[in-house]
């Protein structure tokens, strides 16, 4: 499949995902988002995909959704469209790892299209804000919730209510990304995490990220519960069988997801 907003590449089961509207600094208006929702779609299901890296360009991972075309939106014309709905779904449903690397502006529905992944790695240029009061409206795709539950309610709600940006500093102090790289490292540090989860088994990774999302939908008893079921049910694998026969002879193991 042949994509206009997007450059999509797969390799050594890395599945690179590239936001390609350098000239609106990654807006992401419609055309972008089906896109993007069809190209994790069918990494979600090819097989020689195991890990997703999504990122932008130096200058922006994205700086929100395109406000020229929602400007002539009316709330009938919002509403009946559910607007972004089904392509925010189509992101959260993929069950591999998506790995969010970010450099520039990463705002609006830019920083709630990164905190969706699963985690964001951001170079020192990288710039984080909520900035839609500017325009008279709310976050969409998630901002007022999964910002809060990363950096907490105070900070939050200030993000919200000035519309200030946050720097990649102050982003991994308060928990929003897990590492800040220099710029010019950026992308060859993501990839080179991408392929150390490549290469544990895929099976297990999935697990790890539906037993992580758990504990935002859940107690902790029952989220621990979850875990631990599933920490059972990996003993019906093949790769739980691999991983330790290969720690007891002292090799490395080779998963294959079974
Ligand atoms: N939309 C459309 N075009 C944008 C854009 C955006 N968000 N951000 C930048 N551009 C365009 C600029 O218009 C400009 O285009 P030309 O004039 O060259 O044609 C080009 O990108 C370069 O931008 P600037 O000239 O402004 O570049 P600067 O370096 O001077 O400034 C900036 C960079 C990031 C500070 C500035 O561009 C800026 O403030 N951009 C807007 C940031 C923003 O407000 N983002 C939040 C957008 S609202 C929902 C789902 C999602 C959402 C809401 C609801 N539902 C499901 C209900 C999300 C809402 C948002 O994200």
Do not use: W
Not at 18 to 37: I, K, M
Not at 81 to 86: A, I, L, N, R, V
Not at 179 to 184: C, E, G, T
Not at 191 to 212: G, N
């Amino acid at each position: 499949m042949g994509y206009e907003t997007l450059i999509v590449d797969v390799e050594d089961h890395i599945g690179l995902i590239q936001l390609n509207r350098p000239d609106a600094l990654n807006a992401l208006n419609q055309q972008l988002l089906n896109e993007l929702a069809e190209a994790v779609t069918a990494m979600g299901t090819n097989d020689k995909v195991r890990v997703i890296v999504l990122t932008g360009n130096e200058k922006a991972f994205a700086a929100g959704a395109d406000i020229k075309e929602m400007q002539e939106q009316s709330f009938v014309d919002m509403f009946n469209s559910d607007f972004f709905t089904d392509q925010t779904e189509a992101i959260l449903r993929c069950r591999k790892p998506i790995i969010a690397a970010v450099s520039g502006y990463c705002l609006g529905g830019g920083c709630e299209l990164a905190m969706m992944c699963d985690f964001i790695l951001c170079s020192d240029t990288a710039k984080f804000g909520q900035p839609e009061i500017n325009l008279g409206v709310v976050a969409g795709i998630g901002g007022t919730q999964r910002l809060t539950r990363f950096v907490g309610k105070s900070k939050s709600m200030e993000m919200h209510l000035t519309g200030r940006f946050m720097d990649a500093e102050e982003a991994e102090s308060s928990g929003l990304v897990s590492r800040v790289i220099p710029a010019k490292k950026l992308m060859k540090e993501v990839m080179a995490t991408a392929a150390k989860v490549a290469e544990k088994s895929p099976l297990t990774a999935m697990v790890v990220k539906e037993a992580v999302n758990r504990s935002y939908e859940t107690t902790l008893r029952e989220g621990v519960l979850f875990e631990r079921r599933l920490f059972h049910s990996l003993f019906a694998s093949e790769d739980q069988a691999e991983g330790m026969t290969a720690f007891a002879e002292k090799r490395t193991p080779k998963f294959r997801g079974k």
